[in-house]
């Protein structure tokens, strides 16, 4: 079946370091990968999207890669700051055509002054 | 500031009760989600419509929840009789349904306790 893998385990970095979370995923060629941010107690808010046929795309601190020989997306977020905390999600279409995206569970990052 | 907004944004209900949640999407987005999300399972699609039109609700019980789109502007989805396994934050999303990619604008959740 398919599957999103982000690290279970809080990323934590100091203030100015670059910070780079992962997502994994299997048995799939989604068309598109999303990066999204939540912060406690609010929905999810979209960052960044990149489609398969793109190696990297930038907004920004951010800068997202996705290889999908490795089936795996990079997300960076250079200089972080303490507001940069939150829980970021990665979501990709395994609908087969509908593009409805899938989430994965997250991974948190604290950025310490 | 165009945004999605929910309500109630938090809801503490007794066993077996009807719980109704309303979402009232972004003016002009065709599409309306409705996503649990839980510690365990993180976020989980319930159902989502198209042009008010139902287009999946595979990932919802169907015994007790159903969700509809009344007009553009109106998303419910109720639980009857709600559960205590029920309980968790519910989100509504919508997005502009362009075909080639589905970017997700969030509500801010209706958080759901079933004592």
């Known amino acids: 079946s398919q599957k999103i893998e982000q690290n279970s385990e809080a990323l934590n970095i100091q203030e100015g370091k670059t910070a780079t979370l992962t997502c994994n995923y299997t048995?799939?060629?989604?068309?598109?990968l999303q990066w999204y941010r939540q912060d406690p107690g609010r929905g999810p808010v979209f960052l960044l999207l990149?489609?398969?046929?793109?190696k990297e795309k930038r907004k920004e601190r951010l800068k997202v890669t996705f290889d999908t020989t490795l089936k795996q997306s990079l997300f960076h977020i250079t200089a972080s700051q303490p507001a940069d905390s939150a829980t970021y999600l990665c979501a990709l279409d395994f609908s087969g055509g509908s593009y409805i995206p899938t989430f994965g569970r997250g991974t948190s990052l604290i950025v310490h002054p | 500031d165009a945004r999605v907004t929910q309500t109630p944004r938090d809801k503490v209900t007794e066993m077996g009760q009807e719980v109704t949640m309303r979402c009232q999407p972004i003016?002009?987005?065709?599409?309306v989600f409705w996503y649990r999300q839980t510690m365990m399972q993180g976020l989980e699609l319930l159902a989502y419509?198209?042009?008010?039109?139902?287009?999946?609700d595979s990932g919802m019980p169907k015994d007790r929840f159903s969700a509809e789109m009344p007009d553009a502007t109106l998303a419910t989805l109720k639980i009857q009789p709600s559960e205590p396994r029920d309980s968790a934050v519910y989100f509504c999303?919508?997005?502009?349904?362009?075909?080639?990619?589905?970017?997700?604008?969030f509500g801010p959740g209706t958080r759901l306790l079933v004592l």
């Open positions: 419509f198209r042009n008010r039109a139902p287009l999946d």
């Open positions: 003016l002009g987005h065709n599409t």
């Open positions: 999303a919508s997005g502009l349904g362009t075909g080639k990619q589905e970017t997700q604008y």
């Open positions: 048995n799939y060629s989604p068309a598109y």
């Open positions: 990149i489609r398969e046929n793109e």
